[in-house]
């Protein structure tokens, strides 16, 4: 399983980015996907999730401001995150949970400027 995660930045308050996160080495279509983030001296918190069939969900924090989508011909996870806030500071994760492992993609740094 290899996750590679890409899209981060450093953006002002307001502004948007979009993180993908490319997937291999398993039945892409098949599995749920996550993005998680770390911010220092944070514990890592569940952003988003998309199941197989499409259905998504949210943290409370980026409710109406981040999506979670997929192409599973392309095998890609997108998190487009709008009206970003100093507090959405993070590194990003890709994440897949399968057959009782976790397996995390290696983050990419968002970084939103007041």
């Known amino acids: 399983v290899q996750l590679q995660a890409s899209g981060g930045g450093l953006v002002q308050a307001g502004g948007s980015l979009r993180l993908s996160c490319s997937a291999s080495g398993f039945m892409f279509r098949l599995n749920t996907m996550d993005w998680y983030r770390q911010a220092p001296g944070n514990q890592r918190e569940l952003v988003a999730t998309i199941t197989s069939n499409g259905i998504t969900d949210y943290a409370e924090s980026v409710k109406g401001r981040f999506t979670i989508s997929r192409d599973n011909v392309k095998k890609v996870v997108y998190l487009q995150m709008n009206d970003l806030k100093p507090e959405d500071t993070a590194v990003y994760y890709c994440?897949?949970?399968?057959?009782?492992?976790?397996?995390w993609g290696h983050g990419t740094l968002v970084t939103v400027s007041s």
């Open positions: 994440h897949l949970a399968r057959a009782g492992l976790d397996y």
